[in-house]
Nanobody, 124 residues
Framework: QVQLVESGGGLVQAGGSLRLSCAAS????????MGWFRQAPGKEREFVAA????????YYADPVKGRFTISRDDSKDTVYLQMNSLKPEDTAVYYC?????????????????WGQGTQVTVSS
C-alpha cells in the first residue's frame, strides 16, 4: 500500500518561502506522476504542480508559475515543493498525490494516492 507523508508546512509572512516534502513508501508499481494540490477553506481542491517521475518534466498552475518549483529525489523517494514569494492567497492545506497512469493530468480525480496534507498559512 502506497503511503505519502507530507511535511514542511507552517506559518510564514507574505514574501517568504517554505519547502514542502512528500516521502513515498510502499510502491510496488511504476510511478508516473507526483503532484501537489491545495485546498483553501470553502474552496475546491486545486492543482498546483506535477512532475513526471521518469523524465523530471514539470507542470504548474498559472497562479504559481515562477514562484513554486517541484522537484524529486529518486534516492529518497521524495518529492518537494519549493514555494517562494508566498502570498496570502497561497494559504491552504497542501496535499501530495501520486498518479499511476502514464498520461499527464491536473485533475485531482486522476490521482490515486494521497497524503494527509500539511497546512500552509501566509500572513499579510
Amino acid at each position: 500500500q502506497v503511503q505519502l507523508v507530507e511535511s514542511g508546512g507552517g506559518l510564514v509572512q507574505a514574501g517568504g518561502s517554505l519547502r514542502l516534502s512528500c516521502a513515498a513508501s510502499g510502491r510496488t508499481f511504476t510511478r508516473y506522476f507526483m503532484g501537489w494540490f491545495r485546498q483553501a477553506p470553502g474552496k475546491e481542491r486545486e492543482f498546483v504542480a506535477a512532475a513526471r517521475w521518469s523524465s523530471g518534466s514539470t507542470y504548474y498552475a498559472d497562479p504559481v508559475k515562477g514562484r513554486f518549483t517541484i522537484s524529486r529525489d529518486d534516492s529518497k523517494d521524495t518529492v518537494y515543493l519549493q514555494m517562494n514569494s508566498l502570498k496570502p492567497e497561497d494559504t491552504a492545506v497542501y496535499y501530495c498525490a501520486e498518479r499511476t497512469s502514464p498520461y499527464y493530468s491536473n485533475d485531482y480525480a486522476g490521482y490515486d494516492y494521497w497524503g494527509q496534507g500539511t497546512q500552509v498559512t501566509v500572513s499579510s
